[in-house]
Nanobody, 120 residues
Framework: QAQLVESGGGLVQAGGSLRLSCVAY????????MGWYRQAPGKQRELVAA???????TYADSVKGRFTISRDNAKSTLYLQMNSLKSEDTAVYYC??????????????WGQGTQVTVSS
């Protein structure tokens, strides 16, 4: 089994920046796509950004130009650099990864979530 652990969330003023990290632990043979999702109270969980194993990225329209997703394959780590934060970015952010552990079929794993709160 594998697990994902997020960090870097916290309270920040509007216009500020945060950098989220997600580290994959356990029996990991390979990781395909990784992504960041977020869920605000009363709203549906949404994809924020995703990145393939080769570095191809996609972003939600609401974060384009402000957020940057990246990964370090050697460290099995995913990052989300968030700049120019807005109050509407407030949410719990979840890391997601398609992981092959070397046995059985690959499966998606979720982190426990990290709270990002942007104050006005």
């Amino acid at each position: 089994q594998a697990q994902l652990v997020e960090s870097g969330g916290g309270l920040v003023q509007a216009g500020g920046s945060l950098r989220l990290s997600c580290v994959a632990y356990g029996s990991i043979f390979s990781i395909n796509t990784m992504g960041w999702y977020r869920q605000a109270p009363g709203k549906q969980r949404e994809l924020v950004a995703a990145i393939t194993s080769t570095g191809r990225t996609t972003y939600a329209d609401s974060v384009k130009g402000r957020f940057t997703i990246s990964r370090d394959n050697a460290k099995s780590t995913l990052y989300l650099q968030m700049n120019s934060l807005k109050s509407e970015d407030t949410a719990v952010y979840y890391c997601n990864a398609d992981i092959f552990t070397g046995w059985g079929a690959p499966k998606y794993y979720w982190g426990q979530g990290t709270q990002v709160t942007v104050s006005s």
